[in-house]
């Protein structure tokens, strides 16, 4: 198993990644950075989720 394919678990610290991001608000496109998030002080939460909220 590698780093990229490790399964985190509670309290495990997440790896740094970036992705693209859509703002409703603003109707763009954008970017999300963890480091930069960290870097900045900021709290960060990730939720998963099916596509189509099937089972949500």
């Not at 409703?24 to 900045?40: D, R, T, V, W």
């Amino acid at each position: 198993m590698t780093q990229t394919d490790k399964v985190l678990g509670v309290g495990d610290t997440v790896p740094d990644f970036e992705l693209t991001t859509y703002d409703s608000a603003s109707h763009g496109f954008g970017n999300f950075s963890l480091a930069e998030q960290k870097a900045a002080g900021k709290w960060s939460i990730l939720f998963f989720y099916p596509a189509d909220f099937t089972f949500v």
